[in-house]
């Protein structure tokens, strides 16, 4: 490769997009792959290599990655003290089922270590698939086991994965619409999405209604739904369009779920690992949640992981009721005790804070700008900004993919998501630096004039 990485990296695009040899890797793809790939579609390019918050595709150019493998990267690519930990634990052991060994000990140890203190001595942690979708199933299995109910709490604009019951609780509904047969008893109520409001009203009205309905259906004795199995929540919606709960919603919504007796999910997939600016969302929120799914980050450089922290009380199912044959990859426990490692020495926390803060700023500046950058949003370094019509304020997603585009031509890869694909996302690792982001306000910037 040409091209320099490390401190002297910038992003260069020296040809058009995709480039001649990515056109060639995309083409075979098509022919050969599902039909189901997604980051493709809007991001044509054929990927080489990585080092820190860049990357390079077979074409030579060189991209600053604002996706980060969708939050999964929070040290960027192939942080070299996670890898060389890798590297060593390749020549112990690779897979070890769900037998204990050194690393799975340290891995567990690290992680229990990141919940508050009241939480950590009535926490268990079970191994599951490879997938935060795997978590999401077990945590449903895990609750419906325990309280020997069938409904499930769960939220409009939430996203929960594309297994069959990680779909069934997710809020998206194309994906559900093409595959009949869902798992039964899922309800959906309204999420604190207040720019705009589920229940039609203008700020002025609002009294965080989307909880006062969620509370008067449920204790309601004839509102159609039984006590629930289980509440399952995102603290900031994700892929829904990077949608902070307000602090009033998630504080009634957790109190309701211990009135009914009815274990509280938090679904931590994206937001994990320091990724809002704590080590986990919940903890911004002063809740204690009864059970926590985890992934993403949690393999440290993107190797496969994923986890579901619970509270002892509710491990009442037996052994094998829920297994898999990779819920036990060393490589993965390896590269999370080494990138929490780091991340602790580092103070990643205190960077997050400080970068998060300077990127807010920088979109608010913009958005003061141009109008059709109807509202900047999220937490840390997890942020969205809505595009919209300025005539008619609707989600504008034909704007919002010309900004995408234009940001790629420039050299920065941004995420689309929420209603619409009208919220252009932005997932920075959690180690970039103020000039970084500064540049990748520059290019964005020049996008949205483009756009």
Avoid at 93 to 119: C, S, W, Y
Wanted: glycine share 12%; with cysteine.
């Amino acid at each position: 490769m040409s091209t320099a990485f490390g401190t002297s990296a910038r992003p260069d695009v020296r040809t058009g997009l995709p480039g001649p040899k990515s056109a060639e890797y995309l083409a075979r793809q098509d022919s050969r792959e599902s039909n189901a790939r997604t980051y493709p579609r809007r991001l044509p390019v054929a990927l080489e290599r990585g080092e820190g918050a860049y990357v390079e595709d077979v074409d030579g150019n060189v991209f600053l990655d604002f996706l980060a493998g969708a939050g999964v990267l929070a040290l960027g690519h192939n942080h070299p003290e996670v890898v060389a930990a890798v590297e060593q634990q390749l020549g112990k052991l690779v897979h070890g089922l769900d037998l204990p060994t050194p690393v799975k000990d340290e891995f567990t140890e690290a992680h229990l270590a990141l919940l508050p203190e009241p939480m950590r001595a009535r926490t268990k942690v079970h191994f599951c698939g490879p997938t935060g979708a795997n978590a999401v199933e077990a945590a449903l299995k895990l609750c419906k086991s325990h309280t020997g109910r069938p409904d499930v709490i769960t939220f409009q604009g939430g996203f929960h994965g594309s297994t069959h019951g990680a779909m069934a609780v997710t809020g998206y509904v194309a994906p559900k619409a093409a595959v009949p047969g869902g798992m039964p008893d899922a309800h959906f109520f309204p999420y604190s999405y207040c720019y705009r409001c589920p229940l039609g009203l203008d700020a002025s009205g609002c009294d965080t209604n989307c909880a006062t309905y969620l509370e008067n259906s449920l204790r309601d004795t004839h509102g159609g739904i039984p006590k629930p199995a289980a509440v399952l929540l995102e603290l900031v919606q994700g892929e829904g369009g990077v949608i902070p709960a307000t602090q009033e919603f998630a504080t009634r919504v957790a109190h309701l779920a211990k009135e009914l007796g009815a274990p509280l999910i938090v679904d931590e997939i994206q937001t994990g690992y320091g990724r809002t600016g704590s080590w986990f969302a919940f903890e911004r929120y002063g809740l204690e949640p009864d059970v926590v799914v985890a992934s993403k980050a949690a393999g440290g450089i993107g190797l496969p992981v994923s986890v579901m922290f619970y509270d002892r009380a509710l491990d009442t199912w037996g052994a094998g009721a829920h297994i898999g044959t990779f819920r036990g990859h060393q490589l993965a426990f390896a590269a999370s005790v080494a990138a929490l490692r780091v991340m602790r020495r580092d103070d990643v926390l205190g960077n997050v804070a400080a970068r998060g803060a300077q990127l807010r700023a920088g979109l608010d500046r913009l958005a003061e700008t141009d109008a059709a950058l109807g509202d900047v949003r999220g937490a840390g370094l997890m942020l969205g900004v809505e595009i919209v019509d300025p005539a008619t304020g609707a989600p504008d997603p034909a704007r919002a993919a010309g900004i995408q585009r234009s940001a790629l031509n420039r050299g920065l890869i941004v995420e689309l998501g929420g209603r619409a694909d009208a919220v252009v996302r932005l997932l920075p690792p959690l180690t970039i630096d103020a000039p970084t982001v500064d540049l990748a306000l520059e290019i964005l910037a020049g996008a949205v004039a483009a756009g």
